[in-house]
């Protein structure tokens, strides 16, 4: 099984401009994404818009494709970024993994547990939950829930809290149910990668602002691997403060 890992990073960030070029403990936050990366999968690259990432790569001697500046996410930009990698490579891709070029703390047991969900055949695509142990973030709307099935299939995600606990009071329900976090790594079979970009916006998607209930509402399966790992992801100036507070930096 052939596998891709890929890293969209992209310079004109609204909330956080340059910041895959951030220092973090001397390297830039690109660069600690891609040697986490490099320590699982054998062919990474950086898809990005902009010549200053790509000379960034280039001086640490990573790989990197150059993409559309019009892409609205991550999964379009690897899915324009796969066809140029496997002309690069001389060869075809089985699996592409899109790992968030802003999240230089990333574990690699959570890289390997995304890969090993494509281990089974059946999987189109793949994500990552972890299990909530704190009523705080139940109830965050900046951090989606989901809802799995018996089979660890994602049913489905959303801002709200979601299962509501009937009968009891909120501040109890930590304490009915497990809640699992969405954690935003992503793992897909190239030829669903490349179907799922074609795909007209959902009323679900739009509702909630989450790409993956359109993959949901037409009918592609999300299988779920779980991690005991927080996600820490650096989207403003304010993220990389409170990443310093706590020790990280």
């Known amino acids: 099984m052939n596998i891709a890992a890929i890293i969209p990073a992209r310079y004109a960030s609204t909330r956080f ?9 001397g390297k830039t936050m690109i660069h600690n994404v891609y040697i986490q990366a490099k320590k699982v999968f054998d062919v990474v690259y950086v898809a990005t818009d902009d010549n200053r990432i790509s000379k960034e790569i280039e001086s640490f001697g990573g790989k990197y494709v150059m993409t559309s500046k019009k892409h609205k996410s991550g999964t379009d930009r690897c899915a324009e970024a796969i066809l140029k990698i496997e002309e690069a490579e001389g060869k075809e891709f089985d699996v592409v993994i899109n790992i968030q070029g802003d999240e230089p703390f990333i574990k690699t047991e959570q890289l390997i547990e995304i890969k090993k969900c494509f281990n089974k055949k059946r999987t189109q695509i793949a994500t990552l939950v972890k299990p909530i142990n704190n009523k705080e973030d139940i109830f965050n709307t900046n951090k989606p ?6 089979y660890n299939e994602a049913i489905y995600f959303s801002r709200s809290t979601i299962p509501y606990i009937r009968g009891h009071r909120e501040t109890t329900w930590i304490t009915k149910h497990l809640f699992y976090k969405h954690i935003g790594l992503y793992g897909y079979r190239k030829d669903v990668l490349l179907e799922i970009t074609k795909l007209e916006q959902t009323p679900l998607e739009i509702a909630e602002s ?4 359109r993959w949901i509402e037409n009918g592609y399966k999300i299988k779920v691997a779980f991690t005991e790992h927080e996600s820490v992801s650096i989207d403003t100036p304010k993220d990389l403060e409170k990443i310093k507070e706590v020790g990280l930096l």
Request: glycine letters at 6%; hydrophobic letters at 40%; zero cysteines.
């Open 145 to 150: 829930k989901v809802v799995i099935n018996k």
């Open 17 to 25: 401009p340059g910041k895959p070029l951030v220092n973090i403990n």
């Open 210 to 213: 989450l790409e993956q209930l």
